[in-house]
């Protein structure tokens, strides 16, 4: 389960959250049924709370929002994907150390 701080994006508020965000968004596309994914998931809440008023941080369940998985080409999860104002521009597969997320989100901060 999601972190307080972590943030949950849907098909229906992804507009509103992610693409007009006017702070970077990192985003974990990521399944209940992937153990991958429930690993990253304490790394992900701690990014969400160290980043909040600077960054969104939020999860994305690739099997209740098809559209958004296939808008961002998602073949294998976990999936995290930065972007700044609206656009891709970092993306990392797999379990990864914190420090690799956090370098990607302070990259599109700049």
Request: hydrophobic share 45%.
């Amino acid at each position: 389960m999601a972190g307080a701080a972590t943030l949950t994006f849907t098909d229906s508020n992804y507009q509103q959250e992610v693409a007009e965000s006017a702070v970077p968004v990192l985003i974990d596309f990521w399944a209940e049924w992937c153990q991958p994914c429930r690993m990253i998931g304490p790394t992900i809440d701690q990014l969400a709370t160290e980043y909040q008023g600077r960054a969104k941080v939020g999860k994305i369940d690739v099997d209740s929002n098809r559209e958004l998985a296939l808008k961002f080409n998602i073949q294998s999860i976990p999936c995290v994907v930065v972007l700044k104002g609206g656009q891709v521009v970092g993306r990392a597969m797999g379990i990864k150390p914190k420090a690799e997320f956090a370098k990607m989100l302070d990259a599109a901060m700049i």
